[in-house]
């Protein structure tokens, strides 16, 4: 692989791990107070979007980078409507 | 412009700008208590190699929407850090 693919897949892990502590932080917490539900509706709608536009451009790493986000964006969207 | 440009356009527009209810809510409340250091740490490194990888290949669109969401998630990394 060379760097900038490198570079790249490091970028999108990184981008799509993070929303993983904040998961963890709520569910032990069960608050989420101070989560913008506005965020997580903009965010799970637009991670959709990118999910059909990987998968009717056939491209396998937004397919699954944004299958990954999608999964732990909309748990706290969850979180955020139970926990208040 | 064709329909898979704009799908693309719109599910980064939604993906970038979900980050400035949260960047108004948490000004507002003055209050970062749920939000997860953790998140906000890799998500802030994440969008910093996207937009090297971006400015590397010379792709408009990827550093102009991760320049955007690197200023309001590092907003909130700040907010994070003195607002507790």
């Known amino acids: 692989m060379d ?3 490198m570079l790249g897949l490091i970028a999108g892990v990184l ?6 502590p904040q ?3 709520t569910w032990r917490s069960r608050s989420a107070k101070d989560l913008s539900l506005g965020m997580f509706l903009m965010f799970v709608v637009g991670v959709v979007l990118w999910l059909v536009y990987g998968i009717l ?3 396998i790493p937004i397919i699954f980078t944004n299958g990954l986000t999608l999964t ?3 748990t706290l969207l969850y979180f955020k409507l139970v926990f208040k």
Do not use: M, P, Q, W
């Open 57 to 59: 451009t056939n491209n």
């Open 72 to 74: 732990l964006a909309s």
């Open 23 to 25: 998961v963890v932080k």
């Open 15 to 20: 981008t799509t791990a993070a929303f993983l």
């Open 3 to 5: 760097f900038l693919n």
